[in-house]
């Protein structure tokens, strides 16, 4: 079956870093854009970023471009975010999803990583 299993999330002060990991397996990884999505306490879930299946294009939400980067490893069914300049406001649990961008539905979430910004 689809598994999808985040590591890397914690505890990081304002302008620090994290790097967020999504080991996949079940699937063939490289026939599907991957993306990350997160959600904050009392917010909508939203897509952070996105990647398409062969990892060409990239796509992000406004307010994490120039500081968050997606990349895969299609040769070890891995996708990353690279979090840098980490504000308050990006403290939420990050999903990592097999679709959900360029076009394609979310067909199968991760249990979540939880990504803390504070001083």
């Known amino acids: 079956q689809v598994q999808l299993v985040e590591s890397g999330g914690g505890l990081v002060q304002p302008g620090g870093s994290l790097r967020l990991s999504c080991a996949a397996s079940?699937?063939?990884?490289?026939?599907?854009?991957m993306s990350w999505y997160r959600q904050a306490p009392g917010k909508e879930r939203e897509l952070v970023a996105g990647?398409?299946?062969?990892?060409?294009?990239?796509n992000y939400t406004d307010s994490v471009k120039g500081r968050f980067t997606i990349s895969r490893d299609n040769a070890k069914n891995r996708v990353s975010l690279n979090m840098n300049s980490l504000k308050p406001e990006d403290s939420a649990v990050y999903y990592c999803?097999?679709?959900?961008?360029?076009?394609?539905?979310?067909?199968?979430w991760g249990q979540g990583a939880q990504v803390t910004v504070s001083s």
């Open positions: 999803t097999r679709g959900g961008s360029f076009g394609y539905a979310v067909s199968s």
């Open positions: 079940g699937f063939t990884f490289g026939n599907y854009a």
């Open positions: 990647i398409s299946n062969g990892g060409v294009r990239t």
